[in-house]
């Protein structure tokens, strides 16, 4: 489980991979959150929003590393063109089944995850992809 965890906006993966040591900052529009697997919430929450299984998405190399080694350092990854573009097009009450469905499935993995908790996070973050796509560039997360 990861402490913080950051999904940004950025440009391009070049760019984004630059917050590998020290994290998107300020020179990315982000939202910061923690005490979750992002890497694995990412690919529950498109399997929800889009379809398909979590061992396709997987096995398709869901969620796309960018930068840094996914064995308890600092990662930064993509997040699916997919994805965006289904937490973008979703109305409030969708992503609230989707996050409420999140909070349940954690809870059976025996994860605390309040369900206002998790409704905030995949609106805030719903908010941060419409705002990535009116820019023309791609959401990112930083996980340290």
Known sequence: ??????????????????????????AFESLSFGNFDPEEAVVEWECRLAGGSFEELVEAGEPRIVAGQDNDGCVVFAMSPRLSAALADAGHSRLRDVADAWARLRAEDGEAMDTEIADAIVSDLADLVSSARRQNQGVYCWVA
């Open 1 to 26: 489980m990861s402490i913080i965890v950051k999904f940004f906006v950025a440009p391009d993966d070049t760019s984004a991979g630059l917050a590998l040591r020290t994290g998107p900052g300020r």
